[in-house]
């Protein structure tokens, strides 16, 4: 389907002084002490000082996500992480004590009350919590932090089995999961799990550095740990530790019983006297879902399907994808994982993932998307800081595209059977996620309340909420292999604390098809409102506005699990 010949053309940071090398620290600290020696006397000069501040800020973080876009399409090459850690360490980085001046320029400014209030309420609490947490000995550390973060997926990139005729890697292995021959299942599960375990002593090592530095950023900062550091750090303004604990335990209450009746199903359909890990993913009906054969078709049929949604969204995806924003194939050498990286002067992002031709791989593209046009919705915020939602907010923006883009998957699925399947697998997986969910947060809550402990400690300390997670799967004989499940969650490693906003957002998800399912226009345009904001008012407010609120509650919950269930149940009589 034709959508557009066009690119995306760049943008021009308006403040910028001509000739500016955002590569060079000479020239980005002549333009960052011209920033610090600003009038700050009027309303006008305030907001000239921030525009300033964020147009460079913007084009700096431009080039972190080019530098960090090459070192991910190219994991084993090891001058590609190189040049990131070197622009974050000695151009990123520095900047650091300037932007502290500046924040505190603007914060202390009697002319600040002279501003729109509604307009930087929230810009005020988000520099306080800036200057709060601001410590110039954490510098150098945070720059540590990056460099051995980095390393994570440089030693995944590298992982691969010989398997069914050719080398595999992890992702290329997981194929194989869906495979109704068990045998086959059961070998490539052990071989994907050989691979972590033949480097758990690197990885334990690595995850060990990451914590030691982590909970010394905290101590300098004045925080007894780093959860509570990391929790005002990622402007987690609307919600405690406390009421995430709250979160796991009604994650416990309400959906493990869900999910025992999912596997205790799928235990009886597969005639098992006991589920193994290795049979939690293999279809039930025999029916394999082939969505796309080539990138190519996939990126084609994906068009389709956001066409039908908003055109706007087919035509921002097919011009990303004529100007090289995509790289969405797995390969060798390539880091896990998928992600968006929005790039701030072409007003657009980039989509890095890895498919293998599954049906997760449709939904990842499509999550993945929802980001995309989040990037795209927010051109014309000026504040840097409006374009870095928290993470409840932007997942929000990707976990209800999956759900919004369901009715359409018939692009992928012409077959009906198929296409039940697909949308009987995304709604069951809404919940069943849930409870990996919780593990990844409660165990790093775990660790970094527990900043002294042993690597065999964590292991048992990971085994444990999997006990209390998990259900019906059997692991006797895996004891080992087991304890080192939470080391293929990049997140872990990479960005601590980032993954318990996918269980937010998820319960937000299905909150806004909900409201979808009743009216379909007026939610699309709230979806649509929602996008538009960015981060320019406080959580609750941006809830509000996309038609749902940020809750978590059991109640909650109960609500949104019957509200599957009878999605199920209706899909089940189709």
Request: charged residues 30%; hydrophobic residues 40%; glycine residues 4%.
């Amino acid at each position: 389907m034709f959508i557009t010949d066009k690119k995306i053309e760049p943008i021009p940071f308006s403040y910028l002084p001509a000739g500016l090398d955002i590569c060079s620290w000479d020239s980005v600290k002549e333009f960052l002490e011209s920033i610090c020696a600003s009038d700050t006397s009027t309303a006008n000069a305030l907001e000239e000082l921030l525009l300033k501040y964020s147009d460079l800020m913007k084009a700096m973080a431009d080039e972190l996500s080019w530098r960090y876009i090459k070192m991910s399409i190219d994991a084993d090459d090891s001058s590609k992480a190189d040049a990131y850690n070197e622009y974050f360490a000695d151009v990123y980085a520095p900047t650091e004590a300037y932007q502290f001046r500046i924040k505190k320029l603007y914060y202390d400014s009697p002319a600040k009350d002279k501003l729109d209030k509604q307009k930087y309420a929230l810009l005020d609490q988000i520099f306080a919590k800036d200057i709060k947490l601001f410590r110039e000995e954490n510098i150098a550390l945070q720059i540590q932090e990056s460099e051995l973060a980095n390393k994570y997926g440089g030693i995944v990139s590298q992982m691969s089995a010989h398997f069914d005729g050719e080398d595999k890697t992890p992702a290329q292995l997981s194929v194989y999961l869906k495979d109704p021959d068990r045998a086959k299942r059961e070998q490539a599960w052990r071989l994907r799990a050989g691979l972590f375990m033949a480097k758990q002593n690197e990885l334990n090592k690595l995850y060990d550095e990451l914590r030691e530095l982590r909970h010394k950023i905290a101590l300098n900062s004045g925080f007894a740990n780093f959860r509570d550091y990391k929790h005002i750090e990622m402007g987690r303004f609307s919600y405690s530790p406390e009421d995430i604990y709250k979160f796991h335990e009604a994650v416990e209450k309400v959906v493990m019983p869900f999910v025992a009746r999912l596997n205790e199903e799928r235990r009886k359909k597969l005639n098992l006297e006991t589920l193994r890990p290795w049979d939690t993913q293999v279809d039930l009906d025999g029916r394999k879902l082939k969505p796309f054969e080539t990138t190519e078709e996939f990126i084609s049929k994906s068009l389709r399907v956001l066409s039908k949604v908003n055109p706007a969204y087919a035509e921002q995806l097919e011009m990303m994808n004529n100007t090289g924003l995509l790289d969405l194939e797995n390969r060798k050498g390539k880091a896990p994982g998928g992600y968006n990286s929005s790039i701030n002067n072409l007003a657009s992002s980039f989509i890095f993932m890895n498919h293998v031709k599954l049906h997760n791989d449709v939904v990842t593209l499509l999550h993945e998307s929802g980001h995309a046009m989040h990037s795209a919705a927010t051109s014309g915020i000026k504040i840097v800081q409006y374009l870095e939602p928290p993470s409840e907010v932007a997942e929000l923006a990707s976990m209800t595209m999956e759900l919004l883009t369901m009715d359409y998957w018939d692009e992928f699925y012409p077959d009906p059977a198929d296409l039940k399947k697909a949308k009987k697998d995304q709604l069951e997986g809404t919940l069943s996620f849930l409870p990996w969910c919780m593990i990844v947060d409660a165990l790093q809550h775990w660790v970094y309340l527990n900043p002294n402990h042993t690597a065999e400690e964590r292991s048992q300390a990971y085994v444990e909420l999997g006990k209390r997670f998990s259900v019906i799967v059997d692991w006797s004989g895996l004891e080992e292999i087991r304890k080192i499940g939470w080391m293929q969650q990049l997140h872990i490693f990479e960005v601590p604390f980032y993954y318990i906003e996918y269980g937010m957002a998820q319960l937000g998800a299905l909150s806004i098809y909900m409201n979808y399912k009743r009216d379909k226009q007026k939610a699309l345009r709230q979806y649509q409102d929602f996008l538009n904001l960015g981060y320019s008012r406080p959580v609750k407010e941006i809830y509000e506005t996309a038609g749902i609120s940020l809750d978590f509650s059991e109640n909650r919950i109960k609500e949104l699990v019957d509200f599957v269930v009878s999605e199920l149940e209706a899909l089940e009589k189709l």
